[in-house]
């Protein structure tokens, strides 16, 4: 079975700084997406950015970025110039290829401080 | 465009009580459909899944069951609650060959 671990419970970072949240997992499989989710307070899970794991390129949206090694299952995010709105659980998720079940990490709250 | 929508946003019940949560997407036809607990420092946990109509998958054995009456439409009961079903239900839905989950606005759920 696969498992997804996140080892950071708690994060904060000044305003305007760059913070990388840690994610690691286990699998046997070659083939599988990579999902970072954020919850922010209150409101509706949305995904910030996925990872195909057969792409060496590592996925970028805007200010959010991965950094995917798969040798060493590792799959963290980089969110750079950061803001208040970032503020928020965020979830690493992995899903083999042909099984859309996804399987999440216990999540690390992130604390953006003006 | 797709949207996802579940109710009721928040609800306090007695022990013993049953429960009925419900899911409806819109805007696309025949989902993977799925329901999510959320308790805290634990992430989230699958609880059911369906791929069609009266099609249901438990991922994990307890008090709770789910039902798929129409292709769009998801609901997540139980007969008689318990106090460790409180928490945050989340349904969510993908498109296929994906992978990836579009969530609803979440339930919280408190037995008392």
């Known amino acids: 079975a696969q498992t997804v671990t996140q080892s950071q419970p708690e994060m904060s970072v000044q305003e305007a700084e760059t913070v990388t949240l840690s994610c690691t997992y286990d699998?046997?499989?070659?083939?599988?997406?990579l999902f970072w989710y954020k919850q922010p307070p209150s409101r509706q899970m949305i995904l910030v950015i996925r990872?195909?794991?057969?792409?060496?390129q590592n996925a970028t949206e805007n200010r959010f970025s991965v950094n995917f090694q798969k040798a060493a299952k590792s799959f963290s995010l980089k969110i750079s110039d950061s803001q208040l709105g970032d503020t928020a659980m965020y979830f690493c998720a992995f899903a083999n290829f042909g099984n859309e079940k996804l399987t999440f990490g216990t999540g690390t709250r992130l604390t953006i401080i003006p | 465009s797709q949207t996802i929508h579940q109710w009721p946003a928040t609800l306090v019940q007695p022990v013993g009580s049953p429960l009925s949560l419900e899911c409806t997407v819109e805007g696309t036809s025949n989902p993977n459909l799925y329901w999510y607990r959320q308790a805290a420092g634990r992430g989230l946990q699958l609880l059911f899944y369906s791929v069609g109509i009266g099609q249901i998958s438990s991922e994990v054995p307890q008090n709770l069951s789910a039902s798929r009456p129409q292709d769009r439409q998801f609901i997540l009961s139980s007969k008689k609650l318990l106090l460790s079903d409180s928490g945050f239900y989340l349904c969510a839905w993908t498109p296929p060959n994906t992978g990836e989950l579009f969530f609803g606005e979440g339930s919280r759920l408190t037995v008392l």
């Open positions: 699998t046997s499989e070659s083939n599988y997406y």
């Open positions: 990872q195909e794991a057969y792409k060496q």
